[in-house]
Each structure stands twice: as C-alpha cells, then as structure tokens.
Nanobody
Framework: QVQLVESGGGLVQPGGSLRLSCAASGIIFSGYIMSWYRQAPGKERESVASMSSGGTANYADSVKGRFTISRDNARNTVYLQMNSLKPEDTAVYYC?????????WGQGTQVTVSS
C-alpha cells in the first residue's frame, strides 16, 4: 500500500519560513519523480516544484529563489523549504510521486501566510 504523508504546514507571518516534509512508503522512492503542488481556495491545483530521481529540480516562476526542493532517498522523504513567504503562498500543499504510468498523492498540509 502506497502512502505519502505530508507534514510541516501551519500559520506563518509574511516573510517567514516553513519546511514541509513528505514521507513515502510502499514505493521504491529513489525511482520516482517527487513533486510539490498547491491549491488555493477557488483556484486550480498548480505545480510548485519537482525533483527527478537524479536530483534535477524545477520550480514554478512564482517561487523561484524562495523555495527549495530536496530529497533524502535514504529516508524516503522529500522536502520543500519555503522562505520569504507571501500571503499568496497560502494554500493546501500536496506531494506527488510519479513514475510512469502511475502517480500517487498525499492528503495535503495547510500553509497559511498571514499577519
């Protein structure tokens, strides 16, 4: 049974930082592309960052220079370090594991940026 469990969300002031974690089980983690998505109220889910099995990272323009994705294959965990947070970063953040032809999603963790 595949499980992706996100943690680390919460309430933070503008300009603050959070680190999200996503722990995976039931998959050969090192072989999967790991991604973070987010969905704000009334908006579609959007890609935030992804990292290939080889360690290549890609970011949405809106988070470049502020967010960093990383992975620890020994711990089957992917991280999203979020710095200089803005109110528009408020959303539910989801992690996804993808290896053709399947993808798996976590349940999401809420991030709220507000003063």
């Amino acid at each position: 049974q595949v499980q992706l469990v996100e943690s680390g969300g919460g309430l933070v002031q503008p300009g603050g930082s959070l680190r999200l974690s996503c722990a995976a089980s039931g998959i050969i983690f090192s072989g999967y592309i790991m991604s973070w998505y987010r969905q704000a109220p009334g908006k579609e889910r959007e890609s935030v960052a992804s990292m290939s099995s080889g360690g290549t990272a890609n970011y949405a323009d809106s988070v470049k220079g502020r967010f960093t994705i990383s992975r620890d294959n020994a711990r089957n965990t992917v991280y999203l370090q979020m710095n200089s947070l803005k109110p528009e970063d408020t959303a539910v953040y989801y992690c996804k594991a993808y290896r053709w032809p399947r993808d798996y999603w976590g349940q999401g963790t809420q991030v709220t940026v507000s003063s």
